[in-house]
């Protein structure tokens, strides 16, 4: 679609690793946003290092330029997500270190007694440093002189990784569901704490229904195939709390953070269906490599980690608890509306084009061939891409007004 | 005192299984007259260096623009006349990178060298699964 003056300098090749970075970007800066926002708060003291704060900003923000402009220019590292220099790697790591400090400093946390939401987040920075080191362990001759190791350090390292942003964001939500509905026991109860410690083990271990087919040990593929499967009790809990579910939903309805909060759970229900399907090694062998998988991925950062990183930015903003944000309100809802349907025709899309290259396959059709055959839904992609992009440029633009509306009203109270 | 013994349980146990992994479960399965030689090593680097990934899957890892590359070498479709006439000219979606000769030498090699790892990749059902 580019003209051709551009396809040279902004090629696939560069403008595909930029999208990761700044889809990785946005996923970890509105959870650290979120952090720095929320530790005060939960301690009931100010942040122990301000300036530390404002390091980690201004060091986050110059690494990025940087990277990008290494992207712009076509200097990679080749690697699945992380396709920047190593160097910027160590950078990446290396401005985290101001987070953690304040976190531990500022809550100083007694885990014996914390909520659920303190151990997710502690859990998420912890295995950020470990999966994020992890992954470049390919520099060392060991890994990377063995394709059957470097691929899997890949799989393994990437597929926690998610999972540790995954424990950021969702100890942000919890945090937010307990301020919305005023009830502190649910965070501290058993049933909360054995679903964060059976996230955890997924975080841990279910990475490997990535590498079905990577000639690993059997026993690395079977361990992941329990694990996965351990999702199940998560399915049944939410069909379980359906009920319960919607009627809170409808009670809360009119706060546009509980509002995003429940299309999370709509995403969260669909994405693991698709999630555990794709981890049943019959299903996973026709599966992988298509845009199925891309389809999961789609819905986990758009469908779940997007609204959820939407729905703490609209409790900071406290849209709908103040009357200068009512129309704002009712604007991002509608916009809201028009993301998750066109949402959804997107995850459709990407289900479709999968399905058409499994057929493909099977009747070993030519890859030329098997690009035409999917044009309808790579076109129903760019349609409702088109409106996700509309929608989520709207609600951001209200998100960042009504930020600098509390802003100032919190200045002049 | 129990959140934190399950905490260490869950984490003593994860870092068990990822030594283990990198020590026994994740051996060389190529041939053993096909090696990551000097040749293979400099294709993977200016594979990296170019991000194919971006376009091109090796073991489901990269992106949709460009076929899987896993097997390619040994797929009689395709083979390794064809990839060495993408990389010499490139293709409709492709471009052309201008490598040299003794680079696309380079490249075959490493995806060579793939193709021969691939054994689960050609049959998974073999391997269990």
Known sequence: ?413 | MLKIYVFSTLFAAYSFYTVLIYLTGTKETAPTNISFDSKAQEGKKIYQQYNCASCHQLYGLGGYLGPELTTDYSNPERGPLLMRAFLENGGQRMPNFHFSKEQIDCIMSYLRYVDATAVSYKNPYRNGY
């Open chain 1, 1 to 413: 679609m580019l003209p051709d003056f551009l396809k040279e300098s902004f090629s696939f090749q560069r403008s595909r690793p930029l999208h990761v970075y700044l889809v990785l970007s946005w996923i970890f800066t509105g959870a650290q946003g979120g952090l720095y926002y929320y530790l005060p708060r939960v301690a009931g003291k100010k942040i122990a290092w301000p300036t530390g704060a404002w390091m980690h900003f201004y060091l986050q923000l110059v690494i990025s330029v940087l990277i990008m402009a290494q992207l712009f220019m076509g200097k990679f590292g080749g690697r699945e997500y992380l396709e920047f220099p190593p160097i910027y790697g160590v950078l990446v790591l290396l401005s985290w270190v101001p987070l953690v400090i304040n976190f531990f400093a500022t809550l100083k946390p007694r885990y014996q007694e914390a909520p659920v939401y303190i151990w997710s987040w502690s859990t998420g920075l912890l295995f950020f440093y470990i999966t994020y080191a992890e992954s470049y362990l390919w520099l060392i001759d060991y890994f990377n002189g063995n394709i059957v190791r470097d691929t899997t350090v890949q799989w393994k390292a990437l597929g926690s990784m998610v999972g540790s942003w995954n424990m950021l964001i969702y100890g942000t939500a919890m945090y937010i569901m307990e301020k919305i509905s005023g009830n502190q026991k649910p965070n501290r109860s058993a049933l909360a704490f054995s679903f964060y410690f059976l996230g955890m083990a997924n975080l841990m271990f279910n990475w490997g229904h990535h590498t079905y087919i990577v000639p690993a040990a059997p026993w690395v593929k079977t361990i992941s195939y329990f694990i996965s499967m351990t999702e199940l009790f998560i399915l049944g809990n939410i069909i379980w709390q359906w009920k319960k579910t919607i009627q809170k939903a409808q009670l809360h309805y009119h706060l546009l953070s509980y509002r995003l909060l429940s299309y999370a759970d709509f995403w969260i229900f669909l994405n693991l269906i698709l999630a555990i399907i794709i981890s049943v090694p019959a299903a996973n062998y026709y599966t992988h490599g298509t845009h199925i998988t891309v389809a999961h991925a789609m819905g986990t950062t758009m469908g779940i980690n997007t609204m959820l990183l939407l729905a703490s930015i609209f409790y900071i903003a406290k849209i709908g608890e103040s009357s200068p944000h009512k129309r704002s309100e009712k604007w991002a809802g509608v916009l809201l509306l028009i993301f998750n349907i066109a949402l959804l025709f997107f995850w459709i899309a990407l289900l479709g084009a999968g399905f058409q290259k499994i057929s493909n396959r099977a009747n070993q059709v030519v890859f030329a061939e098997m690009m035409n055959q999917s044009a309808p839904y790579f076109k129903l992609f760019t349609i409702s891409g088109v409106f996700i992009f509309g929608a989520l440029l709207g609600v951001l633009i209200i998100a960042i007004r009504s930020l600098a509306k509390t802003k100032k009203q919190i200045s002049a109270s």
